[in-house]
């Protein structure tokens, strides 16, 4: 084996370059810890309030059910648990940001097995210029979840069949059957995996053995331990809620076709190929620092290429197939490896030319968009009206909680309106009453219909024009109630007409 020469750079090298050279490990875990940080604060000044996805996943996490319409269940079930223990949306986006940095740290543990530390920490930081990888601007929802336990997946994948370890195996059925709960981005690695593992003699012979092949079926159990019960959920309820859509609150201009889902992806990759070209374009006269590191193998050197195109090419086809559309943050956990494969082809010497320029864009793609949504947060409300950062859910949480304790000397336990207005209105009361979906049971199956009735609630509506009554399926669906006043709430922010609510107590039995 070819011993490995050390880094060679200039005399005056950037903080970056030194970094990479001097503690690879610790100096990634230093930049993913920042980045979660710089977004967890962002995100936080820029929606005082809980965006759609968030609300739902808390106000719905909590009934603990095995699946719910449009919405994966394992997101909105973390979700909740934290808010209930810490009555914190900082920190529940502090979570969320956590865990694209986790992700980060899991790819770096698989590419440092293949390509040596130095290599993999600039794999990683590589992806900063990538969307929707590096830009978490969302709360702890199913595709965010799924970032950490992809890479994961893969690192198990790995140590079983790339370096032979049978546990790994074990380790790969539990993060599947996890995966499975939160959204059907597991099974397209499975696919992978399977294809890769059975078209390849190293990946064949990872099985080869007899304890490969008992701790396979191992692992085989592990996962439908963990994953039966919502493929038996999905399958009583026809598997349309394997994919999060608008009942997990994702509004419908946010979900795009196939089509439109490629030049998303095409376009969200321009930051990492300035990277790549900057750094690596030719310069004359310019003493740029080295990096080395061992060959690799061909398995290892296909297995990336695979793991960096195929599983996103795949959801794109299936998407296609079934008529489906999705947010670009679907592929997030898809796109995890393109800094690895960009490092691995790109041969046993890594030449970083123009390394200040290239630590500059690097510093703009990681402070910039988290800047930018700050600032777009702060436009007035008439500018959008179902804008999250500016609807009052908080003072509109607090009057019809303090309402309806002064009419009937009771706690608040039933909310009934849409599905993401009452959401963000039942996880900013103190009371945290349960969300009756539209006034619908059957959209509500956590609620029991004894129990509301002999509680009662509240019952609101968003009046929009002239018309103050309520919606007719509400009249129909609830007990007799009488509306009352309309609310008139201020934006949070400013700017445009006040939001009007229509609301009535539904009494008591």
């Given at each position: 084996?070819?011993?490995?020469?050390?880094?060679?750079?200039?005399?005056?090298?950037?903080?970056?370059?030194?970094?990479?050279?001097?503690?690879?490990?610790?100096?990634?875990?230093?930049?993913?810890?920042?980045?979660?940080?710089?977004?967890?604060?962002?995100?936080?000044?820029?929606?005082?309030?809980p965006p759609p996805q968030m609300a739902v996943a808390i106000a719905l996490g909590r009934e603990w059910m095995q699946g719910y319409t449009e919405l994966p269940p394992l997101a909105a079930w973390i979700s909740a648990a934290i808010y209930r223990a810490t009555s914190s949306l900082f920190?529940?986006?502090?979570?969320?940001?956590?865990?694209?940095?986790?992700?980060?740290?899991?790819?770096?543990?698989?590419a440092r097995r293949i390509a040596g530390d130095r290599h993999a920490a600039i794999?990683?930081?590589?992806?900063?210029?990538?969307?929707?990888?590096?830009?978490?601007?969302?709360?702890?929802i199913g595709d965010v979840l799924q970032m950490p336990l992809a890479a994961a997946a893969v690192l198990a994948w790995w140590i079983a069949a790339g370096e032979h370890k049978p546990n790994g195996w074990i380790a790969l059925g539990i993060v599947l059957g996890a995966m499975l709960?939160?959204?059907?981005?597991?099974?397209?690695?499975?696919?992978?995996?399977?294809?890769?593992?059975?078209?390849?003699?190293?990946?064949?012979?990872?099985?080869?053995?007899?304890?490969?092949?008992?701790?396979?079926?191992?692992a085989t159990?592990?996962?439908?331990?963990?994953?039966?019960?919502?493929?038996?959920?999905?399958?009583?309820n026809g598997m349309q809620d394997l994919f999060a859509g608008q009942g997990a609150g994702i509004a419908a201009d946010e979900l795009h076709p196939p089509l439109r889902l490629i030049f998303d992806l095409l376009l969200g990759h321009f930051g990492f190929a300035m990277l790549l070209f900057l750094?690596?374009?030719?310069?004359?006269?310019?003493?740029?620092?080295?990096?080395?590191?061992?060959p690799s193998t061909a398995f290892s050197r296909s297995s990336v290429v695979a793991l960096a195109i195929v599983p996103a090419l795949f959801a794109l086809l299936w998407l296609y197939a079934t008529g489906r559309a999705a947010k670009p943050q679907f592929f997030a956990s898809l796109l995890l490896f393109?800094?690895?494969?960009?490092?691995?082809?790109?041969?046993?010497?890594?030449?970083?030319?123009?390394?200040?320029?290239?630590?500059?864009?690097?510093?703009?793609?990681?402070?910039?968009?988290?800047?930018?949504?700050i600032a777009s947060s702060f436009s007035p409300g008439w500018i959008g009206d179902n804008r999250a950062p500016n609807w009052p859910a908080l003072p509109a949480a607090r009057t019809l909680t303090d309402i309806f304790h002064t009419r009937?000397?009771?706690?608040?336990?039933?909310?009934?309106?849409?599905?993401?207005?009452?959401?963000?209105?039942?996880?900013?009361?103190?009371?945290?009453?349960?969300?009756?979906?539209?006034?619908?049971?059957?959209?509500?199956?956590?609620?029991?219909?004894?129990?509301?009735?002999?509680?009662g609630g509240i019952v609101f509506w968003e009046i929009r024009g002239a018309d103050l009554s309520p919606p007719a399926e509400y009249v129909a669906k609830l007990p007799a109630f009488v509306a009352e006043a309309p609310l008139r709430l201020p934006w949070g922010r400013g700017g445009g007409d006040p939001v009007r609510l229509g609301w009535a107590i539904v009494p008591p039995r």
């Open positions: 084996m070819r011993p490995i020469r050390e880094a060679a750079g200039p005399l005056e090298a950037s903080i970056f370059v030194e970094g990479l050279r001097a503690i690879p490990a610790g100096f990634l875990a230093l930049v993913l810890l920042a980045h979660a940080f710089v977004w967890a604060i962002a995100m936080q000044l820029a929606e005082p309030a920190l529940l986006r502090l979570a969320s940001t956590l865990c694209v940095a986790l992700a980060g740290w899991f790819v770096f543990l698989f794999a990683v930081m590589l992806m900063v210029g990538v969307f929707p990888v590096a830009l978490p601007g969302n709360p702890m709960h939160a959204g059907p981005q597991g099974i397209v690695l499975a696919a992978l995996f399977a294809v890769v593992t059975l078209a390849t003699s190293h990946g064949r012979a990872g099985l080869a053995r007899f304890d490969a092949l008992l701790c396979f079926a191992l159990f592990v996962f439908v331990f963990f994953a039966g019960p919502r493929l038996l959920w999905l399958w009583q750094a690596t374009a030719y310069a004359a006269k310019e003493n740029a620092p080295v990096f080395m590191r061992e393109s800094g690895v494969a960009a490092v691995l082809l790109g041969g046993e010497r890594i030449v970083i030319r123009r390394q200040r320029i290239v630590g500059l864009i690097a510093l703009i793609l990681l402070f910039v968009p988290p800047l930018a949504q009937t000397g009771r706690p608040l336990e039933y909310l009934i309106g849409a599905r993401v207005r009452a959401s963000q209105i039942s996880v900013m009361s103190a009371d945290r009453p349960h969300v009756v979906i539209d006034a619908d049971l059957s959209s509500s199956p956590w609620i029991d219909s004894e129990d509301f009735a002999k509680k």
